[in-house]
C-alpha cells in the first residue's frame, strides 16, 4: 500500500534530507518536489545544491521540479505534502494547498501555536493529532495541516513526557546548538570558529511554548498547555550536527536518578511507525558521564532516537542531559514521522 | 615598593600565564621559579615549553628554575609566593612553605573548601581574607595560605554578588567552558572536533560550593555558606578561551532585567588593586542579545573583566549570560590579584 | 603633514580594516567613508555591521557614509582613496574617481595585471611604481591607481624576492588558507568544519601571475614578466586568519639552506615607510620546524611581517613554508602601505 | 575457508580499527588480541578505551587479551597476525613471531625500506611480496613479514601508480593531514584549534622513499626504486578523518588533463580481493574542482578508495589533488588487505 508523497521546498537543507530518508522508504513514494519559480522545470539536479552526504537517488535526480502552487502539482496525483518551507513563505503557500484538500505534514515554524493545529510527536502525544477535526470545521479545509515542533524543542519534550509521572514543575534547559540547524549558510565559518554565540533568533520562545503545548492534555477540543514552567538559553557552537541540552528539572514528587533513567528507558511510544525507534530514549548511566555527545551518539538509531545521559539529583530536583540529530529527528524526520501516523491515523 | 615574589610550578600552562601577567607588574618582581626536581637546574627557557602568545621575558628565560621545595628558593629572599602546581602536588607541597612562614596565593584547587582557607575573590569577599588570623591559630603558620576558585566559578559570581541585594535564591547554570581550562594536553582534538563534552570531573560540584563559600557571610571565625540552591552543569566545547555561562536564577525580590544590569554594571569591587578593572563587570544591553561571545569578549579589561548580556526576565526569576577569560581571570589572574590583596591588606 | 584619506567600500570586512589601521595613524587623517547608495547618509555606525576585534574608533563612528561616486565626496577634501570595493564594482566606479583626478591605492582585483597599472608591495618593487606616467600617458588621466596584489600572493613573493638572487626558476606553491579570506561570509560553517576546500575560484591563477609580475623588471615603459614558471594550489582551511604556504623552489644556482635562511633574514625592504616592518622577514631555523604557524604568528609585526620557517633542500632544489596576516599584510595593510609608498614618492 | 587472526597491539586507535574492519569479515577469524603486559587478562572490553563510531563486537568484547609475546599467543592456533604496534616497540616484538614462523602484516614503520621486506600496496606492486623468499633466505625466518606504507604516502601512490604510463620524473607534494593520524592523543586541541602545523616528524622523509619503493621494479631479488625525484612538505590541520594532497608532477612524456583522468579512472589493480574496492581511484571532473575534500570524500568505496580530482596542466607537466581515509586505507584497511593479498599468494 504505497501513498504518493511530494515535498514543498526540496531543494533546500531540509527538503535534502526528506529525499535522502524518503530513499527506499516502505510506504512513501516522491511523486512531486517543488521550488520556488525560478527553479521550476528544471530537473531536481539542476535545481538543488546537493550537500547530503549520501549521492541524489538516481530517480529523483531527474525528476522536474514544479513551482509550489497547488497548480503546480496538480498532474501529480498526490495524497500527502512535506513542507520545509522558509516560515515566511510556508504562511503565505500553505493555505492554498490546505484550501485544496492536500494533507500537509510541515516543519515551517509558522502555526505552531495556533489553536487548531496539530503540533505532534508520534511518539509523545498522537492523540493531538484530532485538532484536525476542529481545524476542518474552524477553517472550512478539505485537508489537513499538521506540524512538528522545533529541533530544539524536540530534542528535550521526550524526555520530560517519560519524567512527567512525577509531576513535572520546572525545566530550566540550556542548549549546545550545531550549525546545521540554521541551514547550510545560517552560520559563517567567522562567525563560530574558537567561538560560541549565547542567542539564537526566536528560539528559546519556541521552546518555552512548544514544549509545553506537546506535553498539554487535548480534551477533544482544545489543548490546555502543560503549567510547568519553562526556561530556556540558547547557544550556537561549532558542531556541524546534533543538539545537546542540559535540563534543570523539578517535580512535585522527589524521583531518584535511578527512577529517571529507569521512566526514560522504558518510555514506550506509538506503536509500530516504520521510523520510530524500537527504543526511543536511549540512556547512559553513570559510569559514563561524559555521554551523550554530539559527534558520538547523533546517528542513533538512524539520528530518529533521543539519547539521554548524566542524570543527577540536584537540591530541588534532577540534572540531565539529552541529545537528538537536529536534521533528522529535530526536522525532516519529525515531519516524515509525521506523516506516517496520517495515514495510520486514516487521514491520509 | 617591589614586592619579591615566586612561583611554584612556573612551567605548566598556569605557571607561563603568571610570567606573562608579572611581566612589567608595577609593584611584583620575579624573583624564583619552581619546578618538578626533573627540570631543576636548568633555566627556565630549557624547562618550561613555552606556549603562551607573547615571548618568554628576557629576565626570565635565563632564570634558574628551582625544585619546588622551602630548601630550593631558601636564597631567594621571596615575600610572596604564587602557586599553579597540580591539586595533588599543591596538597603535599603547600604546607611545608607555610610552615616556613611563606604567603601562598595559590591557585590549585585544594583546600579551597576548608574552614580556615579563604577563598577570596578581592572585588567580591576581600573580608574572607582575615580567616589567615583562624588559619595561624589552627594550624601554628607563620605564614598564610589564600586560594582562589575555580574558573567557572568565577566567571559567574561576580554576577551573583553584583544581584544579590535582590535575595538571590536559586541558580542553576550551564558551562560551555574552552580546552584551555584542561591544560595544554587535557583535550585532544579528536575528542573535540565536531563535538562537546557535558562532563568536566569535579567542576560542577566546584560551581556548586565555591559560589556558596564566596558569597557567604564572614563574622571573624567563619564563613557561613550562602544559602542559595546552587545547581551547575559543565560542558567542554572547541574554543581556545573564554568560559561562556548561561545562568538562571531566582530572587525573593521582582528585578526588572533594567534592575539587573544596573546592578552588575554599577558593581563597585575593591578599591584600586593594580589588576582589577575599572569596570569589574561590562553588560551588553538587549540590542546586543548575541553578546557576550568567547572570540570577542574574553579580553575586555586584559582578560581580568567579567561581560555579562542577555539579561531577560522568566516566569520564576531571570536569565542572563556571562563570560571571563578562563586562564586569566580564571586562574594566573585570579591568583595575582589576591596576591596583591594580600600586600594590600598588610599580609606581605 | 597630514593627507586627507577617504576609503571606498569602507562597510565590508577590508574596509573595516582599513579603518582600524588607520586609527592613530601618523601621518593619514581619515575625511571620507564610501559604501552602496542604500547606507548612504547612515552614520558609519549604523551602516557598517562591525566585526573587527577593536572597537568603531569614536571619530569614525558618527561620521556620514558617502556614496561611492565622485560626487559623494567632492566636498571632503580627501588627497587619497584607498579602494576595498568587490572587484566588479571597483572596474566600474574606480575609474571615475581617476577620470577626477583622484589618487587611489585599490585592493580591488581588477586590472591588477594591466599593463599600465603598478602592482606594488613597497619592500619589493616600489620603482614599478612609476608606470603611473604610462598609465596617464595612456588613459589620460589626473589621477593615479595602484594595485597591490592578492592576499595569497603577498605571502610568498617577499619570500621569493629575497632569494631570487639564487636564480629562481620554478616555483611550486601549495596554500593553506584562512576563511577570512573570502570575506565575512564567505565560506559557511557548514563546508568548512572538519573539512578543508581544494579549490578558490581565481585564487591559483592570480598567484601564478601576480607574482610573475612583481618579480618582473621595469624598463620605464613597462614591466617584463619574470621568467620563473610558477604553479599554484590554493586549499580553504579551518583557520580564522593568517595564510601559510609550502613553496618548492629551484634555482640556477646550488643555495643550501643556511643561504636561503640569510636571504630571507637580510632582505631589505624599503627605506622608512610607518607601517613597513624593521624585519620584513623573519625566519624560523631548523630547530623549530613546526613554525611559522597560523595562529602563532600571524601578528608578527602587527601583522605586517611575513613569517618563514621549515627551510630544507631537496634533490632539485628547496622547499620552505611561509606565512602572513591575510586581512592586513594580504589587504587593507598592503594598499594602506602603497598609500604611503605614494606620498613618499611624490604623487600625493 | 576461514583464516585466524590475531592483532598485535590491539586496543590503540588503530588496532580498534582493525577489530571494526575485522568484523563480519567473509574469511578471517579473529582468534586473538594482544596488548602490553598491563593489560594482559582483561578482557577487550575492560582494556581498551573503546572510540571507534560503532559498537565493540560482542565476541570481542569478551575475548582475553594476551601479552605481545609469541608465548601469549601460543594457544590460539593463529595464522596470520596484524601488527599495529608502536614502531619502537614493533622492531623489538615483530622478530620474536617471525622467528616462530608467524606471518604478519605490519602496518608499523619500522623496517618499511628494509631491502628483503615487502612494501606493498596489494592493487599497485602485488609482485612485491616474493621478497619474502629473498627475506626467508637472509633471516632465516619461516615466518613472513610484509608492511604497509605511511598513511599520507598511500593517499598519494596509487595515483602516480596510475600515470606512471606517461614517463613520471618528478614529484611534489604538499599535505593536509587529518589529526586522527596522529593517534588518539597525537594532537592537542589546544595545537590545531585555529591553526595548522606546517611539520610532521619523519613524514616527510617517508613519503619520498617509501613511494619510490612502491613504484620501483622488482627482479626477483631486489627492488629498484623508482627514479623519480619525490619531495614533500607535511601538514596538520584541524580535520579529523581524511589525509588531503596537493601534487605537482612532471613527466617524460606530455599527458593531457584528461589523459590524466582517465588513466586514473581506469586503473585496474589486483583481481578480486575482498577488501579492494570495484574502482580504485575515483575521480572528479573539472565541473567540480573542489572536490575531494576530506568530510565529504573519505568514505568512498567505505574508506578503502582513493578520491582525485582538480587535474590541471601546467607549464611543466600537472596538477591534482587526491585524498584517502588515513585511519582506513591509510592504515588498518592497508594491512588488512596485504593480509587478504598473503592469502591469496598462498603464503598463510
Not at 530513499?23 to 525560478?38: G, I
Request: charge should be negative; include cysteine.
Amino acid at each position: 500500500m504505497s501513498v504518493r508523497v511530494g515535498i514543498l521546498g526540496a531543494t533546500g537543507a531540509v527538503g535534502q534530507r526528506f529525499i535522502q530518508l524518503l530513499d527506499d522508504h516502505p510506504t512513501f513514494d516522491l511523486a512531486a518536489v517543488t521550488a520556488s519559480s525560478e527553479s521550476a522545470g528544471e530537473t531536481y539536479r539542476e535545481a538543488a545544491k546537493w550537500r547530503v552526504d549520501t549521492p541524489i537517488p538516481a530517480d529523483v535526480a531527474g525528476m522536474e521540479v514544479a513551482e509550489t502552487t497547488p497548480a503546480g502539482i496538480a498532474g501529480d496525483d498526490v495524497d500527502l505534502l512535506f513542507s520545509s518551507l522558509p516560515s515566511g513563505v510556508a504562511a503565505e503557500v500553505e493555505p492554498a494547498f490546505l484550501e485544496e484538500g492536500y494533507v500537509v505534514s510541515s516543519n515551517s515554524s509558522n502555526d505552531r501555536m495556533a489553536a487548531d493545529v496539530p503540533l505532534t510527536i508520534p511518539e509523545i502525544n498522537p492523540d493531538h493529532l484530532d485538532l484536525i477535526e476542529v481545524q476542518r470545521d474552524e477553517r472550512g479545509w478539505d485537508g489537513a495541516l499538521v506540524k512538528n515542533p522545533n529541533c530544539s524543542t524536540i530534542t528535550m519534550v521526550p524526555t520530560l513526557a517519560a519524567i512527567d509521572e512525577f509531576g513535572l514543575e520546572s525545566v530550566r534547559v540550556s542548549t549546545l546548538q550545531a550549525v546545521s540547524g540554521a541551514g547550510y549558510s545560517g552560520v559563517t565559518s567567522m562567525e563560530i570558529i574558537d567561538n560560541a554565540i549565547p542567542h539564537i533568533g526566536g528560539e528559546e520562545e519556541k521552546m518555552e511554548t512548544e514544549s509545553r503545548k506537546l506535553l498539554g492534555e487535548f480534551d477533544g477540543a482544545e489543548v490546555a498547555l502543560h503549567d510547568a514552567d519553562v526556561a530556556a538559553s540558547c547557544n550556537r557552537i561549532p558542531t556541524l550536527d546534533g543538539h545537546l541540552e542540559n535540563v534543570f528539572a523539578e517535580f512535585a514528587d522527589d524521583p531518584s536518578p535511578a527512577d529517571l533513567r529507569e521512566a526514560m528507558r522504558s518510555f514506550e511510544g506509538v506503536g509500530d511507525l516504520p521510523s520510530s525507534p524500537d527504543q526511543l530514549i536511549k540512556v547512559f548511566g553513570d559510569d559514563e558521564p561524559e555521554r551523550p555527545q554530539p559527534r558520538l551518539d547523533r546517528t542513533y538509531a538512524d539520528g530518529m532516537g533521543i539519547v539521554a545521559g548524566g542524570v543527577q539529583s540536584t537540591d530541588a530536583g534532577a540534572k540531565y542531559n539529552c541529545l537528538a540529530h537536529n536534521t533528522i529527528r529535530g526536522a525532516a524526520g519529525a515531519s516524515l514521522l509525521n506523516g506516517e501516523l496520517l495515514v495510520e491515523e486514516g487521514y491520509v
